[in-house]
């Protein structure tokens, strides 16, 4: 039984690890957006 627990651990870290790289792709994202707008409206 313990591969089914084996199994899990790796699911969880394979889909925590594609979250954060998400997230981290959309904050740069909306970081740029914001510098962008700031040196528009000047």
Do not use: D, H
């Not at 899990?8 to 904050?27: K, M, P, Y």
């Not at 510098?35 to 000047?42: P, Y």
């Amino acid at each position: 039984m313990w591969y089914f627990a084996w199994i899990l651990g790796t699911l969880l870290a394979c889909s925590f690890a594609v979250i954060a790289a998400l997230a981290l792709e959309q904050s740069e994202t909306n970081k740029e957006k914001t510098e962008s707008s700031k040196n528009n409206v000047g």
